[in-house]
Every structure is written in C-alpha cells, then in structure tokens.
C-alpha cells in the first residue's frame, strides 16, 4: 500500500504561455507607439527629444526621491506638489544669499520636511495618504499667509547658472541620470537602501528581525525630501519665479513616473533607475499629446488610463509569479 510520505512530491502547475502572453502584450503596445510617434508631426526630431528631456527633469528627480517612499512602504506622498512648490518659492527667496547657499537651504528643508513625516508615518504609524494631504492642506494654508498668494521673485539671477546647457543639454538632465544611479547604487549596495527593500517587502518581519522599521522610514522619507529639494531648485531656477501653484501637476506625474517604472504600489521591489525611465516615458507621452491637441484634460485620462492599466498588469504578473 502506497502511504502519503511514499507518494511523489506534486510540482507546482506551469502557467503554459504567460511569458508568450506578456511578449505579445509588449509588441502591440511598442507597434501603437511606433505608429503614433511616426505619424505625429515633429515627434521624431532631436530638437523634441531634447524637449522631451528637459520636461521629464522635475517630475524625474523628484519621482527618483519618491521612489524611496512606494518601496519602503509608504505607498506616496499627495503633497509633492506643494512641497516643491514651497521649495521653489525658498530656493528663490534665498538667492540673496548666494546660489550655493540657495541650494543648500532649498536642500535641508526638504529633508526636513521629509524626516518629520517619515517620523509620523514610522514611529506613530500614521497613513501616509491622510498624512500628506494633510501636510499639502497645510504648506498651501502657510505658504499663502506669509506671501499673500504672490510671486516670489528673485533679488539675484546667481539661479541662472542651474539653466546652463553643456554640449547643447541642460544641466539639469546630467543631475536627474546622476541621481538616478547613486539612487540606485544606495538601493543596492548599501545597508539603509536594502533595509527600505525589506521594510516594504514585509514590515511585520522586518519588525521581528529587529531592523529599525522607523529609522529606515525616517531614512526613505528623508531622501524624498532632498530630491525634492534639488527638484524645486531647477524647476525655480527655470521659470526664474515661483509660488504654491508653481509645481502644477506634479504629484500625479511623479506617482506615474514611478508605477510605469515597474515599482510596486504595496512596496519592496522596485528600481530607481526604472523610475527614471517611467519619468521619460511619462514626459514623451504628455509631448505627443500636445503635438496631438489634446487638451490638457484629456492628457490627464489619458495619463490615469496608462497608469491604471500598468498597475493592473505588473500585479497580475506579480501574482502569477508567486503562484
């Protein structure tokens, strides 16, 4: 008689065609976008490439910087907007000061910012979605008493030097792929950027293994606010002024960048460098939008769709790889 511990092991059932599945997914998405830039007027010129750089620097360092929050946890941050745009409006007032000086207090307030709501959200475990629409809430209450809802204007151009464009691309581009790979390297080669990996792979057990979930937070929260910083300086520095509203639509685009990137909205595995191919793709496709005439609001359902459908897929991929 056969037992239970005689019986042959059962393996695991293979998912026959999924990698088929995705490769043919991929095609007909790479052929739509093929078609779509060849039959857009103007898309394929270097002139619009550079273009299509230079709109992806602010939402790329910041997404860069946020690409710390979504995988250590923390889901994103709803005031990003805000927050760079109350940076922005430091980084102008203190160009009376000199633009190292500038960018240095642009820089410690951003990580300022950010360690007090990685504190919040590690060691009280606050929701870092009510959270940071309470902060937003709060940075534009701030931020419009003391200007009264105005500009700020620069006393000194020393911002100029940020517009620079070294062999005919702005500076600002060699920064974001600059901070792109020493995010990457942190998250890859260092004890803090693993510990993130962990912590958002599993803060329960990460808890349990004794690994300090809130100054890992603090630490992933921290980076976010000093993207942020180097962020508004450019995003100031190239509209030479700046106030609550300067940032836009920021938040969303940065989100974008980071969920096209690959990244994990539950946290744990994701790539700095991915996200900045999120931001490229994300700033090509608001590009051929307008060279399209879409309004405004129609590259933002457009944008929400994309977006949806790239979460949708990377978690049906996701689970069926743990199946």
Request: aromatic residues 8%.
């Amino acid at each position: 008689m056969t037992t239970l511990t005689d019986a042959p092991p059962v393996e695991p059932r293979r998912r026959t065609g999924t990698r088929a599945g995705w490769i043919a997914l991929w095609v007909v998405v790479g052929a739509i976008a093929l078609y779509l830039c060849v039959t857009t007027d103007r898309f394929a010129t270097w002139e619009n490439a550079r273009a299509i750089l230079i709109a992806s620097t602010a939402v790329g360092i910041t997404a860069i910087g946020a690409t710390f929050l979504t995988l250590v946890g923390s889901i994103a941050s709803l005031a990003t907007s805000q927050q760079v745009s109350l940076l922005a409006m430091i980084f102008i007032a203190a160009q009376a000061w000199g633009l190292p000086v500038a960018l240095l207090v642009t820089v410690a307030a951003g990580a300022l910012f950010g360690a007090l709501q990685g504190y919040a959200v590690g060691a009280w475990s606050a929701n870092s979605i009510v959270l940071t629409i309470a902060v937003g809430f709060g940075l534009v209450g701030v931020s419009t008493w003391v200007t009264g809802g105005r500009m700020v204007a620069p006393s000194d151009t020393g911002f100029a030097l940020l517009n620079a464009t070294p062999l005919g691309i702005p500076i600002a581009v060699y920064v974001l792929c600059a901070l792109a790979v020493v995010a990457e390297l942190t998250l890859r080669w260092t004890t803090p950027g693993r510990q993130v990996l962990l912590v958002g792979e599993n803060v329960r057990a990460a808890r349990a293994a004794g690994l300090p979930v809130t100054r890992i937070t603090v630490f992933a929260w921290t980076m976010f606010g000093v993207a942020s910083g180097v962020g508004a300086a450019f995003l100031a520095a190239f509209n030479r002024q700046a106030n609550i509203t300067l940032a836009g639509n920021l938040t969303f685009d940065v989100i974008a960048a980071i969920l096209v990137g690959g990244t994990l909205i539950s946290g744990g595995r994701g790539s700095a460098l991915r996200t900045l191919g999120g931001a490229v793709v994300i700033a090509a496709i608001t590009n051929l939008l307008l060279l399209r005439g879409f309004s405004t609001g129609a590259q933002m359902v457009l944008k929400g769709a994309l977006v949806l459908v790239i979460v949708v897929v990377v978690h049906l991929r996701t689970r069926g790889g743990t199946r």
